[in-house]
């Protein structure tokens, strides 16, 4: 394979980034964490996400570290790699491809559920399939299409959440949110976590794109803390009105909390709210087509690296896509979506997200001292308190989803050692292979 057929396109900037960042997290705010009180309340559901909101603040600020300095599309498989080595970068990179290839089929059910919503006679299933197909499509046209697509649908998504707020919020009651605030207690705070984590996971998605962008140093930084500023101020706004408009046993169980929550404000059949169902849409594609440009990227490093087949390293050469990397990430992600429910697919992905978290922290601290003289355009501030504390924050979640969802964590890990075995008995063979010759 050349260097040519492997080469990405630097054509990003920091608009690009923000819009990427915020458009991959932005369908967090439209469904998924209101299943979070089904298991916690309202309260609990809120503390679990402060906590949450600490642990991304810390993180990113520390992983901007590490994107900044080993700019690659890869991501925390890099990272990993140069502090760990192979297997090392083994986890990291089945991590992230778990966090991101169960999170698409997630907001692909969500996008079919809105579409459901508006015509009953659309089925779920069908819709979902439907947008993996056609959003495919549009990322295979080239990276400063797709990217250029995604900063559209972001703004849109933005401004609808705003209109949605300000709808909704002259209807607000404080009594309704702290409605049967915590019914299963500071228990329930902990089996909330992947809920609130999936206000903000993929955020780190943006170092997929890091070999595309122009003047990387300054522009990845400005990216990242621009779309958590964002996101950060959307989460809470959108939790607290959706939690003061009704009861949060109404609303606990759907993949289309907004426009219920609308709905039950100025009625099913107004026009409004058919019409924010229908722009309701944009915050889901956002993050659906950002999160398909993430996996393929990891897809990509993985096989250019030798941890995948070489084939899915293949590029275009008009468009410069890794084309067979997006191909695969449909075809796994429809298989999800036909086989999970919404909310396993979110456990299953805000899973893979702390294990990268905590395994990029590790990256962090093992590089700081392996490699003192490392060109870091941008350090982690309050180094060692901001990455020690979100590594700690990290371990803490992991720990409670493997608590509270064991069956899923089970699943995750044993599929982790799937992988290890096949990438171990692959290294084998290509040495004896390179004995041999």
Known sequence: MTDESQGLKKVLKPIHLWAIGVGLVISGEYFGWNYGWGVAGTVGLLIATLLITVLYFTFIFSFT????????????????????????????????????LFATPAIALALGSYLHFLYPAVPVLAASISAYILF?????????????????????AIVELLV?????????????FLHNPMPFGWGGVFAALPFAIWLYVCLEGIAMVAEEVRDEKNAIAKGYISALLTLTVLALAVMFCVGGIAEWEKLDHLDY?????????????????KAFASVGLFGLIASFHGIIISYSRQIFALARSGYLPGVLASVSK?????YWALLLGGILGVLALCLLDTSKLVVLSTIGAVVVYIISMLALFTLRQSQPMMNRPFKAPFYPVFPALAL????????????????????????????????YASSLYRLKTSRRV
């Open 257 to 273: 909390p907004l426009p219920e929550s609308i709905a039950l404000v100025v009625g099913r059949d107004n026009p409004l709210t």
């Open 392 to 423: 700690l924050l990290a371990v803490v979640a992991l720990a409670a989803m493997i608590y509270f969802y064991s069956g899923l964590s089970l699943l995750f890990f044993v599929g982790l050692m799937i992988v290890g075995g096949l990438f």
């Open 164 to 176: 949605f707020i300000g709808v909704v919020a002259p209807d607000f009651k404080l009594a309704t």
């Open 136 to 156: 495919t499509i549009i990322n295979l046209l080239g990276i400063q299409e797709a990217a250029w697509f995604s900063l559209i649908m972001t703004l849109l």
């Open 65 to 100: 570290e590490l994107t900044t300095a080993i700019p690659n599309a890869g991501g925390p498989f890099a990272y990993a790699l140069q502090a760990f080595g192979p297997w090392g970068a083994l986890i990291a990179g089945y991590a992230t491809l778990i966090e991101f």
């Open 318 to 322: 008009t468009r410069q896509v890794p």
